[in-house]
């Protein structure tokens, strides 16, 4: 005979009392086993009756293991706000934590835990994240499940958009990244589990090559979009404003690839309020030099036939990140560039650089530094996965650029020649043009 284990104090109970209390949760799942052995050793029970016993083992196992455990101590909440995003973890510079990426709002959150200013966030069996407490709402009323399932899909074009729809039955937290050669991108839903059955694909989607899913985890769901172009051309994700769909809006590759028919935006650093940095010598402002090279760039433009230029400022204006991102989501332009000064406290450290946040919007980048290089100045580095707030947009390929270093004297003077903000300008537009081409090929 098994003798029950004296550790685990199991309370001898009827084999009905037993399983009525593993599925309400009061005792674990092994020592349910352990009593049903138990129970089968002390009663002597005949074969008939073992294996409507056994049967039951199974079956109790089946329910523990399809079921996720939810956290104990938790509450549910709705993202809200403007641009809500998650966070990886809680490390902090000035450019704040690594952002895991935006979430739309009134999204279903489960937390279960509070850090300060943030909330920690259980997305699923193996996965958390970190949110602004700025950024939820609690949402009593939310029944928590352990998993939900996800439906069909729907694929389809317009002029300017490809849509990926899939039907969920909550509005779920979700994740997605750019990939390159192939170019895809990749989107992760958390605590969904799949029922799809089918995904219907329509001729009008001009920019989605192929779209299916797996199951990577059992609460995350991974649906793979294949693109047409290697340039990633921006994707936006959201839900429809009167069901659980997750649209996945892409960006198709614009008819022509003339620098005259896009919608181009530049962004002048600073303003108002945030003055950047000074000048080692002249200590001139970050935000006035910025301006001006703003300014020359959008006449350069003009002058070259591009007819739609937008600008986040022409004036000393004080703009906040939300200002500036709201203005160009807005204006939906084909691409941004934000101009910028560098600084640094070793006076001998200089150059030019171009900064990215997102793999696929990285040539637009490289090809404006190829450009600026060749004005004589030092290289700096082309830098990625840049946790700046312009940056972060999804919806356009942009680009940073600090043309250089007001901090270095060499640099400084260059800065505040006007021929070199026309110098500049006229880099920074041939970068755009070779990148347009790059695309074409």
Not at 106 to 134: G, T
Not at 213 to 224: M, N
Not at 315 to 343: E, F, G, K, Q, W
Request: aromatic share 10%.
């Amino acid at each position: 005979m098994l003798p029950t284990p004296m550790c685990l104090k199991i309370p001898q109970l009827p084999f009905c009392s037993v399983k009525v209390a593993f599925l309400c949760g009061i005792i674990k799942p092994i020592e349910t086993i352990l009593q049903l052995i138990y129970y089968l050793e002390q009663h002597k029970t005949s074969t008939k009756q073992m294996k409507k016993l056994l049967f039951a083992i199974l079956t109790i196992l089946s329910i523990n293991l399809t079921a996720q455990e939810l956290p104990s101590g938790f509450w549910m909440g709705r993202t809200t706000g403007k641009f809500p995003f998650f966070n990886y973890g809680l490390g902090e510079d000035r450019l704040g934590g690594a952002k895991m990426g935006f979430i739309d709002t009134n999204v279903v959150i489960r937390v279960v835990d509070s850090v300060k200013d943030d909330y920690k966030v259980h997305l699923s069996q193996s996965h958390y994240a970190y949110i602004s407490k700025a950024f939820v709402k609690r949402a009593d009323s939310v029944q928590p499940k352990a998993y939900y399932l996800t439906e069909s899909f729907r694929v389809y074009g317009d002029s300017v958009y490809d849509y990926v729809k899939i039907n969920l039955a909550e509005k779920l937290p979700y994740k997605c990244f750019q990939d390159i050669h192939p170019s895809r991108l990749i989107l992760d839903i958390y605590g969904a589990t799949s029922n799809t059955n089918w995904i219907t694909q329509l001729s009008t989607a001009k920019e989605v090559k192929n779209v299916y899913y797996e199951q990577t985890e059992d609460d995350v769901f991974r649906v793979i979009v294949e693109l047409k172009h290697e340039q990633h051309w921006g994707h936006h994700l959201y839900y429809d404003s009167v069901g659980r769909k997750l649209v996945l809006r892409i960006k198709q590759q614009p008819p022509s690839l003339d620098i005259r028919k896009l919608r181009i935006a530049i962004d002048a650093g600073h303003g108002g309020d945030n003055s950047g940095a000074d000048g080692i010598t002249s200590h001139v402002l970050e935000k006035d030099y910025t301006l001006k090279m703003a300014k020359q760039l959008e006449k350069t433009l003009k002058a070259a036939g591009v007819k739609n230029v937008f600008m986040t400022r022409t004036d000393d204006a004080s703009l906040t990140m939300t200002d500036r991102n709201t203005m160009l989501l807005n204006y939906a332009p084909d691409l941004l560039v934000s101009i910028h000064l560098n600084s640094s406290g070793n006076a001998s450290v200089k150059g030019t650089s171009t900064y990215y946040r997102y793999i696929g919007f990285r040539p637009l980048s490289k090809a404006i530094l190829k450009q600026m290089l060749t004005l004589g100045l030092d290289e700096y580095g082309n830098v990625g996965s840049f946790n700046f707030s312009l940056s972060g947009p999804t919806q356009y390929p942009n680009a940073l650029v600090e043309v250089a270093f007001l901090s270095n004297k060499e640099d400084e003077k260059k800065i505040l020649d006007p021929k070199f903000h026309k110098q500049v300008s006229q880099k920074i537009m041939k970068g755009i043009q070779d990148w347009l081409l790059s695309a074409k090929q």
